[in-house]
């Protein structure tokens, strides 16, 4: 295990695991205890913590990211300078490289290659017009997500563009596969230098090999000075003339005859999307010195042999070695580098050459110089993009005899010319034998599954596949409103490139109608709104309208309209809330009628009537005294005497007799007739 997996970099970040190597630099996977996150920081070596160049690097990539905010740049979260550790913390991208992607993919459709392309010259787009140049695009600093979306990384020997104006200032010239010319040379830099490296990239996307290739990084760099690419549609001729025109213009050897910016590129790239068959015709200015195709052999041969001090920096392609390529020796660090040098070597030894074979052949020497007569010869147009039913009722092109091959294409419609051998726009013989490759149609493709994808990346990615994308919306009870549900054709089923896929997307729950369920069982009502799609909470209150056991009310009321899994509160009745004494008053035995008078704190509640009997008592049952809270007091009278006093307590539910008194009848009137 490495000195930091396992441990806690300022009281907050928990290193938890390694998860790359760079030249200068480690890279862990941690999670932010304050912020709750997982980020990814980046660590200096602990071997570069004394070169001040090091240093320099990293501090410039922070300040680069941190003033950049765009959703196709990695963001910084925090930096931490000490002199005992040094690292950034970025967002961490779940991701591969743009080169494993490669590596895996071996080759990719150039629509895909384009939508990859202009994520990232959307990135540089902004990174430019901060005034900051990457000046290392490359697909190991590009991060791929699942759903497509690009991350343009490692800013490592970025720059201000209004800071400092030469690379050989910093010494750091960049990957040297994909580095632009005046990189290699060590001339001014600016945004075009990015674009060149662009250009290289989408070059090995649609071929599947990168423009120039050698046994070592000094070779490469000579060829970015000295050589022309070969033209993508030579190693597939499957690409479009219009995206071959787009790539060789990105990587044209002088800034002035590249792309200008990034949006000027893009502005080409989106023409080409809107009409693949559009062409260009664009025009180089002839340089003093004319580009030779260089293979690595040449450059060896032209360089003699290297060597190496610590004048002059490549940086490799591999993260995990990162100056491997060596340096260049240079015998004064205030000159030109050595590369130059062996390039204007290598120049000169090729015009020699060029101009000795002009001048043996102008004086009769190299055998047989005459040429052919051009009355044997004809124009061979080029009939890429044309139909073949077109081409073969043409009399023009009586002069040519025709082999046919078919391929499946699904850039290419049926019956349409995908590439000719010989190529077009050149005299060929008359009657010459010309093959014409023509699409057989498209080939089926298999829909991916994008269900619970948010609908932008749904519909992306289908539409990578090659289908044309119809967005249709339905209620669903399971999808949050905005995701894919399902497809039509469905998942694993196959259709024509180019055929259009409905994907329908969530607008949200179904909406259900409460049912009134007052006066329900609990057990019903519970039954039935949740047959109904809703969640159902019961609260129990009291009611003296509603018996036991019974609802009451929902929550919200019978009728209202919700979405599907909501939760309605039924109210269940647990009874009258109200308390009744009953109170009974044992009347004395007696032989006369008394007046009986009930008072509820002393307000007349209750008047009878009652007759008594002689030799037993008798009862007077006061009527029904109901409340929900309090103490009362119930006063009896007889023929206006106080009888008997009752406390009722209804918070407690008591009825106390608190005072008897004795009753005295009235004396009977005596007649004195």
């Known amino acids: 295990m490495d000195k930091y997996t396992g441990k806690r970099l300022d009281g907050r970040y928990e290193i938890q ?49 941190a003033v950049l905010d765009h959703p196709n740049i990695v963001k910084v979260y925090d930096v931490s300078f000490g002199d005992r550790l040094q690292y950034i913390v970025m967002e961490y991208i779940d991701g591969i490289s743009l080169k494993e992607y490669l590596n895996q993919q071996k080759e990719i ?94 070059y090995e996307m649609i071929t599947g090999q990168l423009p120039f290739e050698a046994d070592n990084a000094v070779s490469v760099a000579i060829m970015q000075l000295q050589a022309d690419p070969k033209p993508p549609r030579d190693i597939n001729p499957t690409i479009p003339i219009g995206l071959e025109e787009i790539t060789l213009k990105a990587m044209q050897k002088t800034p002035s005859q590249r792309y200008q910016s990034a949006a000027e590129m893009m502005q080409d790239i989106e023409a080409f999307r809107q009409n693949p068959l559009i062409t260009f015709h664009y025009q180089y200015a002839q340089e003093e010195t004319a580009t030779k195709y260089v293979d690595a052999t040449t450059a060896n041969s032209t360089t003699g042999p290297i060597q190496y001090d610590d004048d002059f920096e490549y940086i490799d392609d591999e993260i995990s070695s990162h100056s491997k390529g060596g340096k260049l020796k240079s015998g004064n660090k205030n000159k030109v580098p050595i590369i130059v040098v062996s390039c204007l070597a290598a120049a000169i030894v090729i015009a020699l050459g060029v101009g ?26 080029n009939f890429v993009g044309q139909r073949l039913e077109d081409i073969q009722n043409n009399d023009e092109y009586q002069n040519f005899n025709f082999t046919i091959e078919t391929r499946e294409s699904n850039d290419v419609d049926e019956g349409v010319v995908i590439s000719q051998s010989p190529s077009g726009s050149k005299k060929v013989k008359a009657n010459a034998q010309i093959t014409l490759t023509v699409s057989s149609g498209r080939s089926p493709v298999k829909i991916t599954d994008v269900s619970n994808m948010t609908e932008e990346t749904a519909k992306s990615t289908l539409e990578r596949l090659g289908f044309q994308v119809t967005v249709e919306r339905e209620t669903s009870d399971t999808v949050s409103s905005g995701y894919a549900i399902r497809t039509s054709p469905e998942l694993g089923t196959s259709a024509e490139y180019g055929s259009n896929v409905t994907l329908y997307i969530s607008s949200g729950k179904s909406q259900v109608k409460v049912t009134d ?26 009611d003296d309208n509603t018996a036991k056991g019974l609802v ?17 509160t039924l109210y269940v009745s647990k009874g009258s809330a109200n308390k009744t004494a009953n109170i009974t008053v044992t009347l004395p035995a007696g032989s006369n009628t008394v007046s009986i008078v009930a008072k509820l704190d002393n307000v007349i509640y209750d008047t009878t009537q009652q007759t008594l009997s ?48 004795t009753y005295v009848p009235p004396q009977s009137s005596t007649n004195n007739d």
């Open 614 to 661: 002689p030799n037993q008592t008798t009862s007077y049952y006061v009527p029904a005294i109901t409340a929900s809270s309090g103490t009362k007091t119930l006063t009896i009278t007889l023929d206006g005497q106080t009888y008997a006093v009752y406390t009722l307590d209804f918070d407690k539910g008591t009825w106390n007799q608190t005072g008897s008194y």
């Open 356 to 381: 000795a074979y002009f001048l043996f052949s102008s004086m009769g020497g190299g055998g047989n110089t005459s040429s052919q007569s051009s009355s044997d010869e004809v124009d061979l147009p």
């Open 517 to 542: 369920v007052s006066g329900w069982t609990q057990a019903s009502a519970e039954s039935t709104l949740k047959n109904a799609g809703f969640n159902v909470q019961v609260q129990e209150i009291n």
């Open 109 to 202: 459709r150039w629509k895909e290659a384009l939508h990859f392309t202009m994520q990232i010259l959307k990135a540089l787009q902004h990174a430019h017009e901060k005034g900051i140049i990457h000046r290392d695009i490359k697909p190991q600093n590009i991060m791929l997500l699942q759903d497509g979306t690009i991350k343009v990384t490692d800013f490592g020997i970025a720059r201000f563009s209004h800071s400092e104006t030469r690379t050989m200032t910093d010494k750091a010239i960049g990957s040297v596969h994909y580095i632009a010319p005046e990189q290699a040379r060590g001339d001014f830099t600016d945004d075009k230098a990015d674009i060149y490296s662009v250009g290289v990239m989408l």
């Open 552 to 568: 009451v009310r929902t929550n919200p009321e019978a009728g209202s309209s919700l979405d599907y899994g909501s939760t309605v």
């Open 17 to 65: 695991e390694l998860i790359g190597v760079g030249g200068m630099a480690v890279v862990y996977k941690a999670y932010d205890t304050i912020d709750d996150r997982t980020v990814a920081i980046k660590i200096l070596k602990d071997e570069f913590l004394g070169n001040q160049e090091f240093i320099r690097r990293f501090k410039n990539e922070s300040k680069a990211i």
